[in-house]
């Protein structure tokens, strides 16, 4: 089984920055796209920012204020997030899926990581 595993999360006041990391573990694993969604209480889950072979893509709401990459190979993943704002707080997953880049835009990745809170106090 494959595990995404999220750390990085945390309190932080508006303006300031946290960066999140997430990395695979597990049987051999390899990704066509990997990225984060964000979820707040009573809300759907959000698609925040991805990374795959066509690119970075980004909801409109990040756009300028954080950064994805693949720091260390295709089974990691981070999320540099810059001035932050209170409507940013959330709980941010990890996720990715090995064959279907528009199946994982769609919201349906294969694989999920546990969520980190990221809390951002006005």
């Known amino acids: 089984q494959v595990q995404l595993v999220e750390s990085g999360g945390g309190l932080v006041q508006a303006g300031g920055s946290l960066r999140l990391s997430c990395s695979a573990s597990?049987?051999?694993?390899?990704?066509?796209?990997m990225g984060w969604f964000r979820q707040t209480p009573g809300k759907e889950r959000e698609f925040v920012a991805s990374?795959?072979?066509?690119?970075?893509t980004y909801v409109d709401s990040v756009k300028g204020r954080f950064i994805v990459s693949r720091p260390n190979g295709e089974n990691t993943v981070s999320l540099q997030m810059n001035d932050l704002k209170p409507e940013d707080t959330a709980v941010y997953y990890c996720?990715?899926?090995?064959?279907?880049?528009?199946?994982?835009?769609?919201?349906?990745?294969?694989?999920w990581g546990q969520g980190t809170q990221v809390t951002v106090s006005a």
């Open positions: 996720a990715s899926h090995t064959r279907y880049i528009d199946e994982f835009m769609r919201g349906r990745p294969d694989y």
């Open positions: 597990g049987r051999p694993f390899a990704s066509v796209i």
């Open positions: 990374i795959s072979w066509r690119g970075t």
